[in-house]
């Protein structure tokens, strides 16, 4: 049976979902958006660099509450709105959070919006490594 998470300590929800399901060892993490947990009315950060590692500090607060990290991170689909003026920048911020051999498989789309004004927006696909 999947196993529906939401943490308290997580951004807000800015729509209808889980942080995260799990089923069979699979756990599915929501997009996470550039905003500030415990204040979600706070400005995003300006730029793609700051939007981008507040991302990827959400994406953690979410795995440390499965009891999990970034390098269980299997998949990750990024989203940008300004694909060819962020593409490079945001690269470099995204890697600077796995090791280099541990790198996930990605897609990365350009979207016209995203939601509360982002200009990032990452989900990712991790597996628990006691399950094989």
Not at 71 to 84: I, P
Request: aromatic share 8%; charged share 20%.
């Amino acid at each position: 049976m999947p196993l529906f998470h939401n943490f308290k300590d997580a951004p807000s929800h800015v729509a209808p979902f889980s942080h995260a399901v799990e089923v069979g060892g699979w756990v599915m993490l929501t997009g996470q958006m550039p905003t500030v947990p415990g204040a979600p009315d706070a400005p995003l950060a300006n730029g793609i660099e700051g939007q981008t590692r507040q991302v990827m500090e959400n994406l953690k607060i979410v795995l440390a509450g499965l009891d999990l990290d970034l390098s269980d991170v299997m998949q990750c689909r990024c989203y940008l709105t300004a694909f060819e003026r962020d593409y490079d920048a945001f690269n470099v911020i995204y890697k600077s959070y796995f090791p280099a051999d541990r790198l996930p498989a990605r897609t990365t789309i350009g979207v016209t919006a995203l939601a509360v004004g982002a200009l990032v927006e990452i989900d990712c696909l991790a597996r628990r490594r006691e399950v094989e």
